[in-house]
């Protein structure tokens, strides 16, 4: 199982937004609706930001926002702030022998 | 508030076993949840090394079946990794974690293990 593809950077300016992409395959991304992403600054853990491809944790912005089509799914962060400025992640469930695969990650900057 | 917090040796030698455990607070296992590992080398991306649901059913990467043993114990309120035969590639930051389905919730602050003689 490979590891899904994502940008390896991704760029905008204080209030603009970004879109960050993940492609997979049918046997993942494209075959069900588990798709999540991770904030992670340097040295700490991921947080959870969008799990089941749109939803939202409670207490993460609505500048966040994931959508999917066909094999590859997206992350929008809007109204970017310096605090959006971390690494990036996402995964998707690809069958009951792999509960998670992680994508390539986005180092996003707030120019 | 569930927390997770990872605990072992940080320095393993090449071909030896590698072992963490995760003790858990806040949150019963039992009550459900996978809840597993999950690593990242220096400067690299994130890799879902196995889980063990709240049955006791296990899950693991195929990539390093062969090496891993994901076990809990519901009297402590903890689970645990054995990853075998290692070598320098297995340095990383390890990470327990809570999830379902494809999302991880809840992590631990991650701790680095070193594979070196």
């Known amino acids: 199982q490979s590891a899904l593809t994502q940008p390896p950077s991704a760029s905008g300016s204080p209030g603009q937004s970004v879109t960050i992409s993940c492609t997979g395959t049918?046997?993942?991304?494209?075959?069900?609706?588990?798709v999540a992403w991770y904030q992670q600054y340097p040295g700490k853990a991921p947080k959870l930001m969008i799990y089941?491809?749109?939803k939202r944790p409670s207490g993460v912005p609505d500048r966040f926002s994931g959508s999917k089509s066909g094999n590859t799914a997206s992350l929008t962060v809007s109204g970017l702030q310096a605090e959006d400025e971390a690494d990036y992640y996402c995964?998707?469930?690809?069958?009951?022998?792999?509960?998670?695969?992680f994508g390539t990650g986005t180092k996003v900057t707030v120019l | 508030q569930v927390q997770l917090q990872e605990s072992g040796p940080g320095l393993v030698k090449p071909s030896e076993t590698l072992s963490l455990t995760c003790a858990v607070s806040?949150?019963?296992?039992?009550?459900?949840?996978?809840w597993g590992w999950i690593r990242q080398p220096p400067g690299k991306g994130l890799e879902w090394i196995g889980s063990?649901?709240?049955?006791?059913?296990?899950y693991y990467n195929p990539s390093l079946k062969s090496r891993v043993t994901i076990s809990v114990d519901t009297s402590k309120n903890q689970f645990s990794l054995k990853l075998s035969s290692v070598t320098a590639a297995d340095t990383a930051v390890y990470y327990c974690?809570?999830?379902?389905?494809?999302?991880?919730?809840?992590w631990g602050q991650g701790t680095l293990v070193t594979v070196s003689s």
């Open positions: 974690a809570r999830g379902k389905t494809a999302a991880v919730d809840y």
């Open positions: 806040g949150f019963s296992i039992s009550s459900g949840y996978y």
């Open positions: 063990i649901y709240h049955s006791g059913s296990t």
């Open positions: 049918s046997s993942d991304v494209g075959g069900y609706n588990y």
């Open positions: 089941e491809v749109s």
């Open positions: 995964s998707s469930y690809a069958g009951s022998n792999n509960l998670y695969v």
